[in-house]
Nanobody
């Protein structure tokens, strides 16, 4: 069983950057598909990125492709979401999630948000 804790959220001006962290404990993340989601008020949870178990490479939603980058530090058992060129519409609570059931081995359908383990979320507000 893995526990996830997000950090790094805050208030940033449009065009600015933030780096979110997702620190895992209880289990190494190597065998998990790891995904980032966000949920804005009144909107459904949106899948942003997923790191595949198959090859360890991330895939991205079109809404963030080219602006957001996912990386991982296996030594720290932590995954990062680097967010650049932030827009007001990026304002949301950001979550990381993990799953080792094999369902998301290739991250297919990760947007369904049917991940087994979730962090508590971190608020990101983009405003001038």
């Amino acid at each position: 069983q893995v526990q996830l804790v997000e950090s790094g959220g805050g208030l940033v001006q449009p065009g600015g950057s933030l780096r979110l962290s997702c620190a895992a404990s209880g289990s190494a993340l190597g065998g998990y598909a790891i995904a980032w989601f966000r949920q804005a008020p009144g909107k459904e949870r949106e899948g942003l990125s997923c790191i595949r178990i198959s090859d360890g490479r991330p895939i991205y939603a079109d809404s963030v492709k080219g602006r957001f980058t996912v990386s991982r530090d296996n030594a720290k058992n932590t995954v990062y979401l680097q967010m650049n060129s932030l827009k007001p519409e990026d304002t949301a609570v950001y979550y990381c999630a993990a799953d080792n059931s094999g369902r998301f081995y290739y991250c297919s359908g990760y947007g369904s948000a049917a991940f087994h383990y979730w962090g508590q979320g971190t608020q990101v507000t983009v405003s001038s």
